[in-house]
Every structure is written in C-alpha cells, then in structure tokens.
C-alpha cells in the first residue's frame, strides 16, 4: 500500500494589475508531479487576458495510472484537491504555510478564488466553490476512482473568479467583500499551491502474510488441514525445481517442517545454508500462492541488487519474480553464490511478510 500513497501538484500563479480600462491581467500555469496511484493532467494550466469579476474555466483530469490499473490487486483510490499558500522560494513551503502574511518570502494567495467542480458522474465527487476559506476543511475538494465501478478517470473544471481591488468593485457584489483585495497590492503576483493528495486505497483482494512461523506452526493455529497442505506441496514440488523433494525433504507437511527447521539452526555464513534459508522462504511463498494468500498478480518492490541479479523491474509482480528464481535453477547453467541466495531470501522474506 505504502508503494502508492504520494502527491501531484500544480501551481496556479496570477498577476492582478489594473491596465487600461479597468482591465485585469491573469495568468496562470501548473507543473504536475505523478505518482504510482494518479495521473493529473495537463501539466500547465493558463488563464491568459481577463476582466475583473470574471469567470475563467479550466479543465483538469485526474485518472488512475496505468500501473495502478495493470495491479489487478489494487481497486479504488480516495483523494484530495488541497490548496496551500505558494512560497516565493521553495525552500519556504513549510514556513508559509504558518505565516502567509509574510509576503517578502509568500505570494499572496489565489487560493480563496479557484473552484473546483466535479463532473458529477458517479457522484462520489464533492467540489468547492470560490470565495472559500482555504483553511476549512469544508475547502477540501475530494474524489474517488475505482476499477470495480468502472470509474476510471474524474474530469474536474477549475475556475479562476477573478476578485477586484477594494474601492473599484461593482455594486453586482459579485465578489463578496471579504474577498475583494487590498488595492496596495495591485501589480502584485498571486499565487496557490493545489496538490491533488492519495488519501485511501482500496484492495480488490485483501493480502495476508504467511511467515515460516505461520507455516511451520500449522498444527498449533489449524488454518489449514495437513491434507490441504500435503496437496498444495504435491503442486508445488511438480511445478517448481528447487523444492521439495529436489531440495531433498519428503513432500509433505513433515518435509516442510523439517526445511523450515533446518534453516532456522544453520549458520548463514555457510553458502549451504544460505541456500536452505532461501528454500524456506520460497516454499513458503509458493505456499502463500497455493492457500490464496497471496495473488501472482501482487506487485513488490525489489532492491537495486534484486532487480540487477534477477533481471526484474520495481515493483514487480509474484509471478514475474517466481519465474526469474526458477530460472536461477543450475540445471539452467547458473550456479548461484551465498551473497545470490541471500538475495533471492531477503526477497521472499519481505514478500512472506507482507499483509
């Protein structure tokens, strides 16, 4: 889960500046960061020549990114679109965000006048309108996108209601009057943080660990009866080359005992019990798979050292990393070191661990 939680943010930026005709400039342009979870696009937002109290309209799509959508363990995310006060220097995100009246290191914000409204189709979407406090919690816009729903991308419009300097407002009062904007910043640059934050995923299948513990308890917890372990250690001894009976114990539940046992006595400087401990580990993962566990679909992140020995990507999914321990099998001309099988167990540790 922690492999998808993150923000993407875009930066609206203003001049507001009276010109001739009691014309007002804006401008604004956002740069998105993506994350595993959401895409944002597109990358710049731009507002051009406007009117004051007018109404400008921007569109915004957020989707499900394609990592997301190919992990067929993942389902549904919740988000956020948060508004922040915007730093002159980056380095002061933090500092602002408790001092926004310092306008030497903060642009003043922009925040108050940008909506965002929803598409409304499903409605699990709740937007914001201008003229809002940006620190209220009722200014949150929120969202959620799920595969199960066949929600997979929410169009979001953000409007710039352009404000007016105190003393030069129409009398429509349009903009309300806490909103109107001090006239000694006139030719001033605003600005607003927006940052479209992964607040909840959901899972489609819901992981559970199974540690060599777990395993080698089996008849203390009784999850599983002997003659359901016996028949997933007969699919696994068949489908896999390194265990059980090639790694020399019986295939039955008194075999993985003995395995899970032996591993944990030996000393992991010897290479022959560095390959033991990973023989464990993997009969354990190919254990996780066979109960349900875990998922062949499942994606896990992998180490530089991981990925460069077994030739895998990060993350990557079960099945691709229980391919790439098979291929490592001598009868395919590799003959693996202590340092390799040690790899190859810290990864099926983590992977056993995970839930």
Request: contains cysteine; charged residues 20%.
């Amino acid at each position: 889960m922690e492999n998808f939680f993150g923000e993407k943010k875009f930066v609206a930026v203003a001049v507001l500046g009276f010109a001739f005709f009691a014309s007002m400039d804006v401008s604004a342009r956002g740069d998105v960061h993506i994350n595993d979870a959401l895409s944002v696009t597109p990358s710049h937002l731009s507002y051009g020549t406007v009117f004051p109290e007018e109404v400008l309209f921007q569109n915004i799509l957020i989707t499900l990114s394609s990592s997301f959508l190919q992990n067929n363990s993942l389902d549904d995310v919740e988000y956020s679109i948060k508004q922040k006060v915007k730093p002159r220097d980056p380095k002061d995100a933090s500092y602002c965000q408790d001092h926004p009246s310092d306008l030497t290191r903060c642009y003043p914000t922009l925040c108050p006048y940008l909506s965002k409204e929803s598409d409304g189709n499903p409605k699990n979407d709740t937007g914001v309108a201008a003229f809002h406090d940006p620190s209220a919690s009722s200014s949150i816009a929120v969202g959620r996108l799920a595969k199960s729903d066949n929600d997979l991308q929410d169009p979001w419009v953000v409007d710039l209601h352009v404000p007016c300097f105190k003393g030069q407002c129409a009398q429509d009062n349009v903009v309300p009057q806490a909103y109107e904007v001090n006239p000694a910043l006139e030719g001033e640059v605003f600005g607003c943080d927006l940052q479209v934050v992964v607040d909840r995923i959901s899972f489609s299948h819901r992981e559970q660990e199974g540690t060599i513990g777990f395993w080698k308890n089996w008849n203390k917890h009784k999850t599983y009866t002997q003659a359901q372990i016996n028949g997933w250690l007969g699919v696994i001894n068949t489908a896999s080359g390194w265990v059980l009976a090639e790694a020399g114990y019986s295939v039955n539940t008194t075999g993985m005992v003995n395995l899970i046992s032996d591993s944990n006595s030996c000393s992991g400087s010897q290479r022959s019990c560095a390959k033991k401990k990973f023989l464990a580990q993997y009969l354990v993962t190919r254990l996780n798979v066979e109960s349900g566990r875990k998922l062949l679909t499942y994606s896990y992140s992998l180490n530089s050292s991981q990925r460069s020995y077994l030739g895998l990507t990060n993350p990557d999914a079960l099945s691709d990393i229980i391919s790439a321990f098979e291929s490592k099998l001598p009868d395919n001309g590799t003959n693996p070191t202590r340092a390799q099988f040690l790899l190859m167990k810290d990864l099926c540790d983590t992977i056993n661990n995970t839930g």
